[in-house]
T-cell receptor, first 111, second 113 residues
Framework: RKEVEQDPGPFNVPEGATVAFNCTYS??????FFWYRQDCRKEPKLLMS???SGNEDGRFTAQLNRASQYISLLIRDSKLSDSATYLC????????????FGKGTTLSVSS | GAVVSQHPSWVICKSGTSVKIECRSL??????MFWYRQFPKQSLMLMAT?????????EQGVEKDKFLINHASLTLSTLTVTSAHPEDSSFYIC?????????FGSGTRLTVV
């Protein structure tokens, strides 16, 4: 079983749509959880950290369920600039240990 | 703060030659550096974890004699792809954990011809 698994995508949506990405992780020892964004094989950029209480940053909402080892990302009112690959990422163990990346889900927002 | 400078950005080399990739921490001390590679349409795969002054820890399936990692100082970690072959063509990227979170180099696109 892969350490981090994501929806395969791609997701093709019109501007203004709401889109949700899901992710599961296998290591219950993971302590930190993130969503990263990657454009055209550049370095990944942190989109947001994910907390058990859920957190929101503008149009982006992330949720974590540690019991089921499930992470989600919701993007509301999609913009053309949201087109990218979204990577679900977890620490292998405690903070400061290696980040383990999911395969990524590609989002394409069209006008 | 917390910038990692990675060089070169891209490199083309002949099959059988070796290529060195450098990652320098510019404004912090990187005790640990993580090395990843990414094949087309795949995610970043952890290759190894390097610790300053000690041997790197390699992930299962990564050949330590082919991918030489040196972390001799707190500001420099290097990855050398030895006797490169076309199947080693990939995007290689380093990352360090800092007080501000994780920071990434800009990546090196290696093409072996």
């Amino acid at each position: 079983r892969k350490e981090v698994e994501q929806d395969p995508g791609p997701f093709n949506v019109p501007e203004g749509a709401t889109v949700a990405f899901n992710c599961t992780y296998s290591n219950s020892a993971s302590q930190s959880f993130f969503w990263y964004r990657q454009d055209c094989r550049k370095e990944p950029k942190l989109l947001m950290s994910v907390y058990s209480s859920g957190n929101e940053d503008g149009r982006f909402t992330a949720q974590l369920n540690r019991a089921s080892q499930y992470i989600s990302l919701l993007i509301r009112d999609s913009k053309l600039s949201d087109s990218a690959t979204y990577l679900c990422v977890v620490n292998r163990y405690q903070a400061g240990t290696a980040l383990i990346f999911g395969k990524g889900t590609t989002l394409s927002v069209s006008s | 703060g917390a910038v990692v400078s990675q060089h070169p950005s891209w490199v083309i080399c002949k099959s059988g030659t070796s290529v060195k990739i450098e990652c320098r921490s510019l404004d912090f001390q990187a005790t640990t550096m993580f090395w990843y590679r990414q094949f087309p349409k795949q995610s970043l795969m952890l290759m190894a974890t390097s610790n300053e002054g000690s041997k790197a820890t390699y992930e299962q399936g990564v050949e330590k004699d082919k991918f030489l990692i040196n972390h001799a100082s707190l500001t420099l970690s290097t990855l050398t792809v030895t006797s490169a072959h076309p199947e080693d063509s990939s995007f290689y990227i380093c990352s360090a954990s800092t007080n501000y979170g994780y920071t990434f180099g800009s990546g090196t696109r290696l093409t072996v011809v």
